[in-house]
């Protein structure tokens, strides 16, 4: 069940299971369903997705720790794709929807607001996790440097929880939720980190 | 179960006990509606469109009552109307209190029947940058202030919402400290714009906006205009108000709309009107400049915010 072939198999699924909120929500949209404030509604379901899915990638590797679950790791590009592709519609529906393109207000919201400036951030490190996703970006790079590129999902996955927590006005539980999950999961990797060390010694 | 007499006062009577405001307002206006026109107004929102400004167009009974902030019902816009079916204003009573010569415990239909009824279209500005259009039906604060007869020493009202967690789900949550607390300094209470609404769309106040009376001042951002009051009270000093105990960098006590004041975490120069595609820009005193305005010549409002 758990074999590489079976989940090489699944992908087209994922891909679709992943797509369909975005055509769902964009067919609301134009249709009129995304209740009275739809500009708003659509840009937050993109922003979640995104969080969700920036998270749901990190979880996929400490979950690749487990044997029998090693191969969801096959999952995980294209699971950070489209991170990036809803942290795209968000964005753009920031900057087109929101703001009309009025860039002169927009450049002063980034420089002037911490929470638009922790996400505006966050999406600038998730840009070159995109542009070296391919495996030939990986052979030309080499492994070690594009290892390293991809260390920068770690500041983006913190800023984007800040950005989400500082947007909330009172109750803070769902932001919460997942910045307690980011820290489970970076406490993981730590732990992991330090018995290499000891086992190196 | 006992029907109250407050559950089937129909508007055609709060009617008769209307009379017409004598001044005009730039922008809102009280009225001359005949009377079978309560009916169903929500299907027929042409009859405000006199009071409207040039630049509005009232929203729908729809928008007004399914997009809420009210967290006593939960957080999200949605919440309010999906969460409040178990809310039951009736009976409904207000205390006065503080320092006044008539402090008592009023019943709502009595305080009705001494009051005069209007309808008053405003502009609600939220503090989240959003804002709509709104027909509410209510009486100037300043009528209940009159039968509360406030001694001079009394310088600010404090308002209460109801606190029933039972009934208001959002309550068992700690967001806020319940209950919700908000104040007006006395000269803003007894302002003709501030009035306490009983109704929208010629319907009695729905649960999800705050029913049956709230507060409406259409010059400060929404969270000014508290809903559910069971209580009044008359103070000689400025009273805690619950977003300004949570977060007073952000919410100040004063919260009049200003395009120039920016709220910490986002732009107060432009906002969303519900309905509407693009953003504009955001008026000064929500456009209630000529009204008020004079009551804060001697305010420095960055630091009063």
Same mark, same amino acid.
């Given at each position: ?100 393109? *009025? ?14 400036? +922790? #996400? ?21 790079? #080499? +492994? ?26 009172? *109750? ?30 | 179960?006992?029907? /109250? ?5 129909? !508007?055609? $009577?709060?009617?008769?006990?209307? &009379?017409?405001?004598?001044? $005009? ?8 509606? =005949? ?12 009859? !405000?469109? &006199?009071?409207?400004?040039? %630049?509005? $167009?009232?929203?729908? !009974? ?18 309010? =109307? /999906? ?6 204003? %009736?009976?409904?009573?207000?205390? /006065? ?48 202030? @009159? ?25 068992? @949550? ?16 007894? %302002? ?34 508290? @809903? ?78």
């Amino acid at each position: 069940m758990f074999s590489t072939k079976n989940f090489n198999r699944s992908k087209p699924y994922i891909f679709l299971l992943l797509l369909f909120p975005s055509l769902l929500w964009i067919l609301q949209f134009i249709t009129g369903n995304l209740g009275v404030n739809p500009i708003e509604r659509i840009m937050d379901e993109f922003g979640l997705m995104a969080l969700r899915l920036i998270i749901l990638t990190l979880a996929i590797t400490t979950l690749a720790n487990i044997k029998k679950l090693k191969s969801i790791v096959l999952f995980r590009r294209m699971i950070g794709l489209f991170a990036f592709y809803y942290v795209t519609l968000h964005f753009s529906t920031y900057i087109f929807l929101d703001h009309f393109l *009025d860039i002169n207000f927009i450049f002063k919201d980034i420089i002037k607001r911490p929470f638009i400036t +922790f #996400g505006f951030i966050s999406f600038l490190c998730l840009i070159p996790l995109a542009l070296t996703s391919t495996n030939q970006m990986v052979k030309r790079l #080499g +492994f070690k440097v594009w290892k390293k590129i991809h260390y920068l999902i770690y500041p983006a996955v913190i800023l984007s929880s800040f950005h989400f927590y500082m947007l909330v006005r009172a *109750d803070k539980t769902e932001p919460m939720i997942y910045m307690g999950i980011i820290v489970l999961l970076l406490l993981q990797r730590i732990a992991k980190k330090l018995n290499l060390l000891q086992l190196n010694q | 179960m006992k029907i /109250l007499g407050s559950e089937i006062t129909p !508007y055609s $009577t709060y009617l008769n006990r209307r &009379k017409f405001i004598k001044g $005009t307002f730039a922008t809102a206006v009280a009225t001359t509606i =005949s009377s079978n026109v309560f009916a169903n107004h929500e299907t027929s929102p042409d009859i !405000y469109n &006199k009071y409207l400004g040039e %630049n509005d $167009t009232i929203n729908s !009974y729809e928008e007004i009552t399914t997009y809420n902030n009210f967290y006593e019902f939960g957080t999200h816009k949605k919440h309010p =109307s /999906l969460n409040s079916g178990n809310f039951n204003p %009736n009976p409904w009573s207000i205390k /006065l209190e503080g320092l006044i010569n008539n402090p008592q415990t009023i019943d709502l239909e009595k305080l009705l029947s001494k009051v005069t009824i209007e309808d008053r279209v405003y502009r609600l500005r939220c503090v989240e940058a959003w804002s709509m259009v709104i027909p509410w039906q209510g009486f100037q604060l300043s009528e209940l202030i @009159k039968i509360a007869d406030p001694l001079s020493s009394a310088k600010y009202i404090q308002f209460v919402t109801v606190l029933r967690p039972e009934e208001m789900p959002g309550q068992q @949550k700690r967001t806020i400290i319940w209950p919700y607390r908000e104040g007006l300094r006395m000269d803003e209470a007894m %302002n003709s714009l501030t009035i306490l609404a009983t109704g929208l769309y010629g319907h009695k106040m729905p649960n999800q906006n705050g029913a049956p009376i709230r507060l409406v001042v259409p010059w400060k951002y929404g969270f000014k205009s508290i @809903k559910s009051i069971v209580a009044i009270r008359f103070l000689n000093e400025q009273p805690e108000t619950s977003w300004e105990t949570l977060a007073p960098w952000e919410y100040g006590f004063y919260a009049n709309v200003n395009p120039s004041v920016d709220h910490p975490r986002w732009s107060q120069s432009t906002e969303r009107r519900i309905g509407e595609f693009k953003r504009r820009e955001t008026l000064m005193f929500n456009g209630y400049e000529e009204e008020v305005a004079h009551l804060y010549k001697d305010l420095d409002m960055t630091k009063f915010y």
